[in-house]
């Protein structure tokens, strides 16, 4: 990959003007952002065709591969695309959006997004030693920036960011971002992670250990749990009257960014000590005392 490669900057341009038209808000420029984002993960993964060494284009032919076969000729050549799941049903999507009519909802367009920005990552770190934050900054508004998470001073301005097109994503990219700590803080990998948080009996180790002074004096259990609702419904947002509960979804988001930094202040020595403890609970809820 060369920043000078004409597929990988015509990648980043897509890329980048997903984002803006994100930004304007318009449900009926959904499926524009929708075919932006698979367009541009399609001209990277064929650009790091062209990198492996081998010919985008079918044999014998001016017509370039999909990117079905896109895939199978990087991963031929060692390249793990970790999101490959997620890329298959965007693309679906996109053929349908084609082809049929329909608007994708918000909360389709930022899943999307996130994945597009994690591949784009990804494959860049891994497979070029490049960052995806230094190359942005080239191609993103300061405000777009934020919503790909490469401008953020800290950790949680991509959720706000995020929000503020789509609350209730908002949450749910959050809730994401609380999850992912509790799996590094209790040092999970891939394969050993639960499916849900609470089903490990270690992290209401956790919420014991936290200082209630960081988390409005609120009991951490009770805190977590209403957490977990509202994350529900955000996630679930078409089976329930959210329009009325937006008010607890912004709360909702300071609740977990308050949760977040009392659980990196407990103390390393009470974390080892509940790491020890792997007794998983399977049974979907709270250990019993």
Known sequence: MSEKSP?????MELLS???ELLE?????KNKFV?????????LLLKDMVIDC???IFEA???TTINIWNALKLVEKHGVSITKRPHIEMLIDDRNVIQHKFGYPSKECVVYYLEIVVDTFRECLSTRYDAEFDDIAKEYFTESGLL?????KKSEFETVKAIAKYDLLSGVATAYGMLEAKVHRLLAYDVSSKPVMIWHDSRFYGMLKAVNKDLIDGQNPKAYF?????????AVHRQHHEVDTRRDDMAKGIDKIEKLMKALDAIPESQLDAIRGNRLLDRSGGPPTE
């Open 17 to 19: 003007h997903a984002v």
């Open 147 to 151: 919503l790909v998470g490469a401008a």
């Open 24 to 28: 304007q808000d318009d449900g009926r």
């Open 53 to 55: 060494g081998e010919s």
């Open 34 to 42: 929708v075919l932006h984002l698979s367009n541009s993960v399609e």
């Open 60 to 62: 014998n032919t001016k």
């Open 225 to 233: 749990d209403e957490i977990r609702q509202l994350r529900n419904l």
């Open 7 to 11: 597929l990988f900057i015509s990648a």
